[in-house]
């Protein structure tokens, strides 16, 4: 149980295009997922909270028109990366909540690698 | 404030060598701790977890007591495989806040 997936997998686009990336819960409800974005060899970074039926929650310096997040029902958030250029090149991954009563566990994505050329 | 420590890396062992990476942290309050395993290209699978003092997490060969005196939660163990290569990655997080705090991970390559 617990499985989280994202779509696509990988995507290759040109810069000055949008993105989407999706993020669901396939066997758990999610009120809150999160996007972190990880550079080669460094730890992840946090972007934003997504809470169902609310806006995100974006980390400090994190551009909130750029990284448009939309958690639209209990099993889907979203993450559009708008105007992308070269630097937006990374490892976009996504969790999603879970509470099992002494603690909430985060259930990862497989990530996504986009490429802006 | 909230953090984790990580040993640096990068580690390289020979199959069957004994495995260490050293984790601590700094909280408030009583928090649950995790370690967490990436494949390459992949993305992070809990690997074991421990939610209060003196508990031990353990899975596939991997072990971690939450130390409560020494705020640490070291990843041990006794056999490492060389499919064991991956990073590491050591965090913990309090069921009041959404926050998941992440260690800089620790990559470890298992030679034949």
């Known amino acids: 149980g617990a499985v989280v997936s994202q779509h696509p997998s990988w995507v290759i686009c040109k810069s000055g295009t949008s993105v989407k990336i999706e993020c669901r819960s396939l066997?758990?409800?999610?009120?809150?997922m999160f996007w972190y974005r990880q550079f080669p060899k460094q730890s992840l970074m946090l972007m934003a909270t997504?809470?169902?039926?609310?806006?995100?929650?974006?980390e400090q310096g994190v551009e909130k028109d750029k990284f448009l997040i939309n958690h639209a029902s209990l099993t889907l958030s979203t993450l559009t990366v708008t105007s992308a250029h070269p630097e937006d090149s990374s490892f976009y991954i996504c969790?999603?909540?879970?509470?099992?009563?002494?603690?909430?566990?985060?259930?990862f994505g497989p990530g996504t690698r986009l490429t802006v050329t | 404030g909230n953090s984790v420590t990580q040993m640096e890396g990068p580690v390289t062992l020979s199959e069957e060598a004994f495995l260490t990476i050293n984790c601590t942290y700094t909280?408030?309050?009583?928090?649950?701790l995790f370690w967490y395993v990436q494949y390459p290209g992949e993305g992070l699978q809990l690997l074991l977890k421990?939610?209060?003092?003196?508990d031990k997490g353990s899975n596939k060969g991997f072990e971690a007591t939450y130390r409560k005196e020494t705020t640490s939660f070291h990843l041990e163990k006794g056999s490492v495989q060389v499919s064991d290569s991956a990073v590491y990655f050591c965090?913990?997080?309090?069921?009041?806040?959404?926050?998941?705090?992440f260690g800089t991970g620790t990559s470890l390559t298992v030679i034949p």
């Open positions: 997504s809470n169902e039926g609310s806006k995100a929650t974006y």
């Open positions: 421990a939610t209060k003092a003196d």
């Open positions: 066997d758990f409800q999610a009120t809150t």
């Open positions: 969790s999603a909540r879970l509470a099992t009563g002494f603690a909430y566990e985060q259930y």
């Open positions: 965090a913990l997080s309090h069921i009041s806040g959404n926050q998941f705090y």
């Open positions: 909280a408030t309050g009583y928090p649950s």
